[in-house]
T-cell receptor, first 110, second 113 residues
């Protein structure tokens, strides 16, 4: 099974961009790359997902390496409300199940 | 995306008793998932509930402890049986919504005393 590797924690300043990396060196050609985040005391929420091309939505951008072995979630201007644990997951590699690792805990300083 | 109503939001239960958690989805979905999140930990998948068949449990979880029902495509229940303090956790359900994104319920915070 393809696994993802993320740093345990990252820090950012408010109003600055944040780049959250994820390695998935054993990804298969059909694996979508999903990102979820969990705000304190809440259930996880969907952030973004992609297959090969870079993706943008109102929350974030997802930059996918050409060989697809890594990706980066980009928050263009971090706010205090973006402080959360961010998870990079490959659900289709797991039979459609979301298997959560430890994720990256992002803290945002004012 | 799908909207999930999960009940109860929290409960305090005596050891040895059972609690049934309900998840209602506003649209028909094929797969529903149940998770446990122990204090300070990430989410752990308990089982996948498919309508019309038995739930599929992950390693370390058994049907006798966590029986699951899936009577139709919009509803599922998870029961935590014969509870002990170690079962104190947040329990969440999840479904695959539109555009391949997954939606989560707000969670049930269970405390066993």
């Amino acid at each position: 099974d393809a696994k993802t590797t993320q740093p345990n924690s990252m820090e950012s300043n408010e109003e600055e961009p944040v780049h959250l990396p994820c390695n998935h060196s054993t990804i298969s050609g059909t694996d979508y790359i999903h990102w979820y985040r969990q705000l304190p005391s809440q259930g996880p929420e969907y952030v973004i997902h992609g297959l090969t091309s870079n993706v943008n939505n109102r929350m974030a951008s997802l930059a996918i390496a050409e060989d697809r072995k890594s990706s980066t979630l980009i928050l263009h201007r971090a706010t205090l409300r973006d402080a959360a644990v961010y998870y990079c997951i490959l659900p289709y590699n797991q039979g459609g199940k979301l298997i959560f690792g430890q994720g990256t805990e992002l803290s945002v300083k004012p | 995306s799908a909207v999930i109503s999960q009940k109860p939001s929290r409960d305090i239960c005596q050891r040895g008793t059972s609690l049934t958690i309900q998840c209602q989805v506003d649209s028909q979905v094929t797969m529903m998932f149940w998770y446990r999140q122990q204090p300070g930990q990430s989410l752990t998948l308990i089982a996948t509930a498919n309508q019309g068949s038995e739930a599929t449990y992950e390693s370390g979880f058994v049907i006798d402890k966590f029986p699951i029902s899936r009577p139709n495509l919009t509803f599922s229940t998870l029961t935590v049986s014969n509870m002990s303090p170690e079962d104190s956790s947040i329990y969440l359900c999840s479904v695959v919504g539109g555009r391949r994104s997954y939606t989560f319920g707000s969670g049930t915070r269970l405390t066993v005393v």
